[in-house]
């Protein structure tokens, strides 16, 4: 939602050359009234980027996809474990559909490519100011693609994996980012029952934590799309 008011903006990207560039784009377009924006922080790595936004609450996170220390789906995935409720956008050098689609999944509002930014950056971040999603006019139609094969693989997944419909809802809302309690309250059950479904879920899957079993959704394509 735009406002007169400055909003407020975290940069998180290893490459503090690229960081600079960013403020003095995200600068001009403050000084020039095309953006209210301000810069309140900058991190270089996963741990640095989900600790200066619950700290800092920013409006907006502008982040890359590949950090020395983490990346940006974890990034994305620790980020729903916490109190921020702003939105992120990535800015990366990957332009294949795999990674846009990844982001998209893990909670991204947009893709900017970083061969891009001056012409893209300005749109994509108000775009998403206005709660609407942003992706490069050429990528959309292989965005989707990859969509509907994602979709048709989601599943035949779900039926080999031998996931049950509640589990399913489980772990939709689990990739939602939302706490055992939460998804209760959603599903009218007992926590005991969802953490049940979580155990039974993670067997499926192969893992033993929450965000083993967010990350394997990602990547096998199984939850559902459902609000």
């Known amino acids: 939602m735009m ?3 400055k909003l407020s903006v975290l940069l998180v990207d290893d490459d503090q050359g ?5 403020h003095t784009l995200l600068n001009f377009y403050s000084n020039s009234g095309q953006l209210p924006l301000e810069v309140v922080a900058e991190a270089a790595s996963t741990e640095q980027a ?3 936004a619950t700290q800092k609450q920013p409006d907006l996170i502008l982040l890359d996809l590949e950090l020395i220390a983490g990346d940006g789906i974890t990034t994305l995935l620790r980020l ?3 109190s921020f409720v702003g939105k992120v956008l990535i800015l990366s050098a990957h332009q294949e559909d795999d990674f846009i689609f990844q982001a998209m ?3 991204s509002v947009g893709y900017v490519f970083k061969n891009r930014v001056a012409t893209q ?3 994509a971040i108000t775009t998403a100011l206005k709660s609407e999603i942003y992706l490069p006019t050429d990528v959309a139609s292989g965005f989707f693609r990859r969509f509907h094969a994602y979709s048709e693989a989601s599943i035949r997944t779900r039926q080999k994996l031998h996931l049950t419909e509640r589990e399913q809802e489980v772990l939709h809302w689990l990739v ?3 706490s055992n309690e939460e998804i209760a309250k959603r599903l009218y059950v007992t926590v005991a029952t969802v953490k049940a479904h979580l155990t039974s879920i993670f067997d499926k899957l192969q893992v033993t934590s929450r965000t083993q079993a967010v990350v394997a959704a990602l990547k096998l394509g199984v939850f559902s799309n459902r609000e």
Do not use: I, P
């Open 176 to 178: 939602q980012g939302d």
């Open 105 to 107: 999944q893990a909670g």
């Open 18 to 22: 690229f960081r600079q560039g960013l």
């Open 3 to 5: 406002t007169n008011e």
């Open 50 to 52: 989900v600790s200066l």
């Open 121 to 123: 950056l300005c749109e």
């Open 80 to 82: 729903k474990e916490t």
